[in-house]
């Protein structure tokens, strides 16, 4: 039988190996070209792996949650067999017997002399009466979950399990496992029936951990604060909000007023904008921001590139595409490598202060937060305005005090008279 490998491709810049996060196929179901067999975990991002020829997948050689290099083998393609899935709508008629073998897949190969079954072995122990019926949405949500169709109660008659009856059934499992959680001990202040779970941590937060202690070890990390009144800039926004998106197709928040002020910024203090590289100091005469967004793997950084050369529209276009694009995990290493300043905005989980950590090699990074009324004193009389603190941590091995407060103060100025700096006054 002659198979065409599965191979682990180049991960990305200074990535040498990744951990199988999880098999879309198993052995025995027929494939197509280009479609995803499995997922990688690296340190920075999840990889999906497609499919080199279409067939049937005949072997696998590493399990989920196995440690794989560039290079390796994950598994082989046989493109002359093919696949004869039973009843692939229904699951199986179960039986009030002990644990049986149900015959899922065979695979007939003109390299092998007769079929070979795939077979899977089911410990049944809580057994309907009737033929169930599942739903693509109810193979998903059981799947996610780890459950047996057999262990959740169906609300329909025929006893056809729903999406509604898997997701109940978890929402009550949690509840459960709550209240036993809530309830004293005993005998003790740990009791044994309370229940604790394990998981490994992913690769993407060791890199995270181990980049974050580097920082904080290398670096002479400060930081510096300032507060910004959002007044201007949320009147032009309201303004031109709807204007703008009708030209551009694209909604104008505030990370690109945030984003363009620190292009300007990183212009008159080019220090900020510069990294430590052994014994000499690197200047960048561009600006590629980074841009903390959420990924379901946790915070990625991917990098607005030339941001200085972009406009307001071109800002918001590539930061709202990198945030659909972390949400459905597929941030790629492109998108994250390189970067010489980072924004992280902190303020969209409601934060109201913090102390950024620095991205090395970068030498700076600033905090946006939780815009917030508060009263101030604006020409000696008291208004209530919509304020926001941020905060610049720097590297003071680099960059002097007077340098990152002239940035943050410059960073305030471009926010607090927008009509100026974007007119390049």
Known sequence: MSLIEIKVPVLGESVSEATIARWRKKVGEAVVIDEVLVELETDKVTLEITAPSSGVLAVMHYEKGATVKIGNVLGGIDENAVAFVAAPAVTPIFQPTAPEKVIVASIVSPAIEKSEPVVIVKNVQSIPDVVTHLSPAVRKHLGDNQLNAANVKASSPDGRLSKADVLNHVQNAGQASAASDDAPAANSLYSDDRLEVRVPLSRLRLRVAERLKYAQNTAAILTTFNEIDMMAVKQLRDR????????????????????????????????????????????????????????????????????????????????????????????????????????????????????????PPQSAILGMHKIQDRPMAVNGRVEIRPMMYVALSYDHRLIDGREAVTFLATIKDCIENPGRFLLEL
């Not at 307001?312 to 595409?321: K, N, P, S, T």
């Not at 694009?325 to 303020?347: C, L, P, V, W, Y």
């Open 240 to 359: 031109y909000k709807d204007v703008f998106e009708k030209k551009y197709g694209i909604k104008l928040g505030f990370m690109s007023f945030f984003v363009k002020a620190c292009t300007q910024a990183l212009k008159e203090i080019p220090m900020v904008n510069s990294r430590i590289e052994g014994d000499e100091i690197v200047t960048n005469n561009y600006c590629d921001i980074g841009v903390a967004v959420s990924a379901p793997t946790g915070l990625v950084v991917p990098v607005v590139r030339d941001a200085e050369l972009l406009d307001l529209a071109g800002i918001e276009r590539a930061v709202a595409e990198y945030g659909r694009r972390a949400k459905e995990g597929k941030i790629t290493m492109e998108d994250m490598s390189g970067g010489t300043f980072t924004i992280s905005n902190g303020g969209v989980f409601g934060s109201l202060f913090s102390t950024p950590i620095i991205n």
